[in-house]
């Protein structure tokens, strides 16, 4: 169940971000980024070890980005 509620976060999180990144850009990245952590963090559970690895490298990505959008 818990994990399910993760999921749905994540689902949220993303599109909540794309949404933002337009009108926001800090804001989006921002939201973008903790998406990124629970997303690594779903995928180590559930054995996807690369898929855990892109989710961090996503969230090095954004980080990037929200330092650029805060220029």
Same mark, same amino acid.
């Given at each position: 169940?818990?994990?399910?509620?993760?999921?749905?976060?994540?689902? *949220?999180? %993303?599109?909540? $971000? !794309?949404?933002?990144?337009? $009108?926001?850009?800090?804001?989006?990245?921002? #939201?973008? *980024? #903790?998406? $990124? *952590? /629970?997303?690594?963090? %779903?995928? /180590?559970?559930?054995?996807?070890?690369?898929? &855990? !690895? $892109?989710?961090?490298?996503?969230?090095? #990505? &954004?980080? @990037?980005?929200?330092? @650029?959008?805060? @220029?």
């Amino acid at each position: 169940m818990f994990i399910n509620l993760i999921e749905i976060f994540c689902v *949220i999180t %993303l599109i909540l $971000s !794309i949404h933002f990144c337009e $009108s926001n850009p800090r804001r989006g990245w921002c #939201i973008y *980024i #903790i998406n $990124s *952590i /629970f997303y690594a963090f %779903l995928m /180590f559970y559930k054995g996807l070890i690369f898929m &855990g !690895i $892109s989710g961090i490298i996503l969230g090095l #990505i &954004g980080i @990037k980005n929200f330092i @650029k959008a805060k @220029k």
